[in-house]
């Protein structure tokens, strides 16, 4: 009963929305203004460098805190791990906003770093390069103001979830090539497949279904966290 009930907590703690109280607590609803997501991406774009960065953080610890606390009093590896999927499962569909949450990414990255420090490291990087790539461009535009050019407004881009999707696919390689135990291996392995799913059967914007309708919308889907005519 314990194992359900911390289980059961940390999906709670994912879905509580911090994010949106933020955007909120400024005048803003999140799902009607840039990308419609209610993650600190979003957030980081349409209210601040300073609060976008609040609201990752926020994220992130709810992939990382329920872990932390399982280890802390003693429940299994197993567990320790489970606790924090569960923390990313109420990130992307948590109860507090009908199951409409964010893409994950943030929560994923919080368990990661506790599971496996060194292959956080190693698995980040290509997704620093996709947010190099997003952000250079908008940083060398200098007509427009310092403050603007951080929030990195672009109408679509590709290179970010590319890159977080190559990253957290490689989380799993490296755990198992750094010889980790075999729950963190397993707990690596679901993680991209929890934020693939999302990406596939995510709700889309304007009149694209919730569902894929052809391989090639399926694969952009995939890739690049949206349908093809989206961002167009």
């Known amino acids: 009963m314990v194992v359900v009930a911390f289980m059961l907590a940390s999906y709670l703690f994912g879905s509580l929305p911090f994010v949106p109280y933020l955007a909120k607590r400024r005048g803003i609803d999140l799902r009607n203004v840039g990308s419609g997501n209610v993650g600190s991406g979003n957030l980081w774009q349409n209210v601040g460098a300073k609060i976008g ?3 990752g953080l926020s994220d992130l610890s709810k992939g990382a805190l329920p872990p932390l606390i399982a280890r802390s009093i003693g429940l299994s590896p197993s567990v320790v791990a489970l606790s924090g999927l569960a923390g990313i499962t109420g990130q992307i569909w948590p109860i ?3 199951f409409k949450g964010g893409k994950g990414n943030s929560a994923a990255l919080g368990l990661a ?3 496996t420090p060194k292959g956080f490291l190693i ?3 290509p997704m620093l390069l996709g947010g190099a790539v997003m952000s250079f461009p908008v940083m060398a535009n200098r007509s427009l103001p310092l ?3 951080v929030k990195f407004h672009r109408s679509s881009t590709n290179s970010v979830p590319l890159g977080m999707l190559t990253g957290f696919t490689l ?7 750094l010889r980790q135990p ?5 707990a690596c392995t679901t993680i991209p497949l929890l934020l693939s799913f999302k990406r596939i059967f995510a709700p889309r914007s304007g009149n694209v279904g919730s569902l894929p309708g052809n391989k090639r919308e399926l694969i952009s889907r995939l890739l690049y966290d949206r349908s093809p005519t989206e961002g167009l």
């Open 53 to 55: 960065m609040v609201g």
């Open 182 to 186: 075999i729950y963190v291996t397993l």
């Open 96 to 98: 507090f906003l009908r």
């Open 113 to 115: 770093l506790v599971l």
């Open 171 to 177: 989380l799993p390689i490296v755990a198992w090539r």
């Open 147 to 149: 403050s603007q050019r």
């Open 123 to 125: 698995s980040i990087i």
